[in-house]
């Protein structure tokens, strides 16, 4: 059973910066997609940035790009998101995400993520 558990998130004041942690147990996921979603009050849950099983391809949504940067590293079983220059409507629940099945592409849809954690936190103040 894998288990995803994301930790880092706050208050913050906006221009201010959070890095958010995704520790994976239960099996390695060092040849897994895995992503950073989010979701504020009243909308849906939406794509941050994906990184693929090696590190070496990555995605971002138009709004973080130049401000958020995702990396992993597979010898600790984890994923980061370091999040600067912080703006209020980056206030979220931030989850991290992943592919089943090894080597597969880090598609921007949550749908295609089979393991979830619950979330955390991040409050941008103005």
């Known amino acids: 059973q894998v288990q995803l558990v994301e930790s880092g998130g706050g208050l913050v004041q906006a221009g201010g910066s959070l890095r958010l942690s995704c520790a994976a147990s239960?099996?390695?996921?060092?040849?897994?997609?895995m992503g950073w979603f989010r979701q504020a009050p009243g909308k849906e849950r939406g794509i941050v940035a994906t990184?693929?099983?090696?590190?070496?391809?990555?995605y971002y949504v138009d709004s973080v790009k130049g401000r958020f940067t995702i990396s992993r590293d597979n010898a600790k079983n984890t994923v980061y998101l370091q999040m600067n220059s912080l703006k209020p409507e980056d206030t979220a629940v931030y989850y991290c995400?992943?592919?089943?099945?090894?080597?597969?592409?880090?598609?921007?849809?949550?749908?295609?993520?089979?393991?979830w954690g619950r979330g955390t936190q991040v409050s941008v103040s103005s």
């Open positions: 995400a992943a592919r089943s099945g090894a080597y597969r592409s880090h598609t921007t849809t949550p749908a295609s993520y089979d393991y």
């Open positions: 239960g099996r390695t996921l060092s040849s897994n997609a």
């Open positions: 990184i693929s099983w090696d590190g070496t391809s990555t």
